[in-house]
Every structure is written in C-alpha cells, then in structure tokens.
C-alpha cells in the first residue's frame, strides 16, 4: 500500500517571501501521479499542481513548483511570492497509475502567509 | 461551469440516527468519489463510482454506510446508524472520464457532527 507522509503540520511565511512544503511518500509502482492540493478555510479542495512520475522534468504553475526526486521518493512545493490568499492547508496525494483513481493523501501542512 | 455541489453543508445529528448527504457532480462527469476527511487528517475514499457503477467500495464500512448514484449524475450517501466516530467532513468529487487521470475536483463537503 502506498503511504504519502508530510513532516510539516504547520509553517508560516512572510508575504512576498518563498516556502517549501516538504512530501515524502512509499510506494513500489514506477508509474504514478502527484498532487499538491490546497484547502482553505472554506474547505474546498483545489488542485495547485500535478506531476507525472515518468517526466523528469518538475512542474511548474505560475507561483508554484515541485521538486521531484523520484529515487528519493519526495515531492516538495515550492511557493514563491507568497501571498496572503496562500493561507491554508496543503494536502500531497499520490495516485498509481492504471490503478484505482485512489487519490492517498498526506495529513497536510498548513501554512499561514503572514503581512 | 458549476463546481461539485453537496448539500447540506453542516448536519449535527445524536447517535444512532440516520443520515444523508447528496452530491451533484459537474456536469458531463463520469466518474463521482466520495472522501471522508477526519480532523487534522487528509481525505481518505469511500467509494468510487463510474457512472451508475460502484467500482471501489472496499473502504466503505458496508455495516451502516450506503450510497447510491442512480443515474449516473447526483449520488447520496448515507449513514445509519450514525455513531459518534463517524464525525467528519465528507467530500464529494468528480473527474471527466473514466480511467483517465484526470484532476479530481472536489466540492465544498458536510461537516458533520454526531453528539
């Protein structure tokens, strides 16, 4: 079974500055999916990022970038120019390829933008 | 487009009574999920429809969890009886196709309190 494991519950950033979210996870499949998801306070559930394992090169969404090391098995993100509306809580999530769409998620980091 | 409906948002219940949560997916999308996130935890699946079909249920405590997607479009879970444990948020999401890994979006979720 696969495992998804964030060692941050909590962290905190100045506006404007960068953070990296840490995500390591375990699996035995070669081909997979992650995800970094963000849910604030209002609890919806929004996809900020997607990596796919067999592309080495790491994803990037405008503010937001991962650091894949697949032969690590870590997934970080990357916020650069924090903003205030980044406040919330970041969920990484793994999902196996040609499996059952399970999205396995992590107990999340929530991270506070501050002014 | 609208996003994942669920209503209600809040239910408050006393042990041992029933239960239900309703969810409406986007528009045109196939495959519906249900999660239950417990506090300062990530979403775990429930259940995993494609269309009408329940494909994943192996995590549904099937002693008093139910849920249905007649249809294929809007889908109820419920729960009876209810036992304090069963406090959480349940989330609903929905993707476009089936066995594509398409991004999950996910709706607002029932918190639920049982006392």
């Known amino acids: 079974a696969q495992t998804v494991t964030q060692s941050q519950p909590e962290m905190s950033v100045q506006e404007a500055e960068t953070v990296t979210l840490s995500c390591t996870y375990d699996t035995s499949e070669n081909n997979y999916y992650l995800f970094w998801y963000k849910q604030p306070p209002s609890r919806q559930m929004i996809l900020v990022i997607r990596?796919?394992?067999?592309?080495?090169q790491n994803a990037t969404e405008n503010r937001f970038s991962v650091n894949f090391q697949k032969a690590a098995k870590s997934f970080s993100l990357k916020i650069s120019d924090s903003q205030l509306g980044d406040t919330a809580m970041y969920f990484c999530a793994f999902m196996k390829l040609g499996g059952s769409e399970k999205l396995v998620f992590g107990k999340g980091t929530k991270l506070t933008v501050n002014p | 487009e609208a996003g994942v409906v669920q209503s209600p948002r809040y239910k408050i219940i006393e042990k041992k009574q029933p239960v239900a949560f309703w969810c409406n997916p986007i528009s045109g999308h196939n495959t519906l999920y249900w999660y239950r996130q417990n506090l300062g935890q990530g979403p775990e699946l429930l259940i995993r429809y494609e269309n009408e079909e329940a494909v994943d249920d192996s995590q549904l405590p099937k002693d008093r969890f139910s849920a249905e997607r007649l249809k294929g479009v809007d889908s109820t879970l419920k729960i009876q009886p209810a036992e304090l444990g069963d406090s959480a948020v349940y989330l609903c999401?929905?993707?476009?196709?089936?066995?594509?890994?398409?991004?999950?979006?996910f709706g607002p979720g029932t918190r639920l309190l049982v006392l």
């Open positions: 999401a929905s993707s476009p196709l089936i066995r594509v890994f398409e991004t999950q979006y």
């Open positions: 990596q796919e394992a067999y592309k080495q």
